[in-house]
């Protein structure tokens, strides 16, 4: 299920100055909305950074963890 984000540029209001330089570490953090809607779940997720010209940098896999609200 793809969770679209409220700014999909990361290179726009987020903190990294573009372009980003090979061998550096950068820290990207997006906030996804929960809704009430969703189900409990454990599950795994995936994101990637994607250049202007639409080829992948970098690739990541996170387990998430959908316990209700708070």
């Known amino acids: 299920m793809p969770f679209p984000l409220s700014n999909p540029d990361a290179c726009v209001d ?7 330089e090979k061998g550096e570490s950068y820290r990207y953090t ?4 929960v809704l009430k809607s969703y189900p409990r779940c454990r599950c795994w997720s995936s994101g990637s950074c994607r ?15 959908s316990v209700g609200t708070l």
């Open 14 to 20: 987020s903190g990294l100055k573009c372009p980003l």
């Open 30 to 33: 997006a906030t996804l909305q």
């Open 51 to 65: 250049t202007r010209t639409e080829r992948t940098s970098s690739a990541s896999r996170f387990p998430l963890n």
